[in-house]
């Protein structure tokens, strides 16, 4: 099994900063994908931006010269930055890998706890 353990949420003005990490560790053979993910209630899940095994980054239009992910592969762990926060990116932002745990398994997405995001107006 692989556990994703998320850090570094709380409460921000808005035009603040934070910034989220998470911790995948367990069993893993191979992380494709890292990722954010937030959500708030009665909506669906939508991706704030991801990282591949090769560094290249994808961003929601709305996170977009605001937002930053990072990933340390030596250290399993993924990062956000988020910059000139406003009301409306408060959620619960929640850290995905998509993961092998040997060479025999299939991909699988994983997904951590989540961290509440709360940005005041």
């Known amino acids: 099994q692989v556990q994703l353990v998320e850090s570094g949420g709380g409460l921000v003005q808005a035009g603040g900063s934070l910034k989220l990490s998470c911790a995948a560790s367990g069993y893993i053979f191979r992380i494709n994908s890292m990722g954010w993910y937030r959500q708030a209630p009665g909506k669906q899940r939508e991706l704030v931006a991801s990282?591949?095994?090769?560094?290249?980054?994808n961003y929601a239009d709305s996170v977009k010269g605001r937002f930053t992910i990072s990933r340390d592969n030596a250290k399993n762990t993924v990062y956000l930055e988020m910059n000139s926060l406003k009301f409306e990116d408060t959620d619960v932002y929640y850290c995905?890998?998509?993961?092998?745990?040997?060479?025999?398994?299939?991909?699988?997405?994983?997904w951590g706890q989540g961290a509440q995001v709360t940005v005041s107006s």
């Open positions: 990282i591949n095994s090769g560094g290249n980054t």
């Open positions: 995905n890998a998509n993961a092998r745990q040997t060479f025999l398994h299939p991909d699988y997405d994983y």
